[in-house]
């Protein structure tokens, strides 16, 4: 968005001055897409196959965690994977399925660790750790990979 007094001479200037940096953003955005795998499947296929996933991961490690919850939830939201509310209820994006194993089971395991510290405390992250010691790895992935989980 350009401020409303501001002149087309000036506007031009600043194009000219930042094409290396925008070419170079247009280069990153147009390998990222091109990154991305082709899909063979519906998206409503993968949202099942997330649906599922998703909660027999959740079973797994809670097995450990021993912690209550209510409702599992499964959005599409473009950059957020997971969350806990207030209530005990969990949401995960369905996309995640799209994701290494070891990827998704990091948010499962992210999520199901708010139901017991609501925040990102150390003792937050020593609970993570318990199920997902290379948690720092995983976290790092998705934040460089976000791009390979998308439908287009």
């Not at 990153?28 to 991305?36: C, F």
């Not at 082709?38 to 490690?61: C, D, Q, S």
């Not at 209550?68 to 399925?97: A, I, P």
């Not at 150390?122 to 790895?137: G, S, T």
Request: aromatic letters at 14%; proline letters at 3%; charged letters at 25%.
């Amino acid at each position: 968005m350009v401020p409303r007094v501001t002149f087309s001479f000036q506007i031009k200037r600043f194009l000219r001055e930042s094409e290396g940096w925008i070419e170079q953003k247009w280069l990153e955005m147009s390998y990222k897409i091109s990154q991305r795998p082709t899909l063979e499947h519906t998206p409503a296929y993968y949202k099942a196959k997330a649906k599922k996933m998703i909660r027999e991961r959740l079973v797994h490690f809670n097995l450990h965690y021993q912690f209550d919850y209510n409702r599992v939830f499964f959005r599409n939201q473009k950059t957020r994977w997971g969350s806990c509310s207030s209530k005990r209820n969990l949401n995960f994006n369905w996309r995640l399925v799209l994701a290494p194993l070891d990827i998704l089971d990091y948010v499962v395991v992210h999520e199901l660790c708010h139901l017991e510290q609501m925040n990102h405390s150390k003792a937050f992250w020593n609970l993570v750790a318990e199920q997902a010691p290379d948690y720092k790895k995983r976290r790092k992935w998705l934040k460089e990979n976000q791009h390979l989980l998308s439908m287009g």
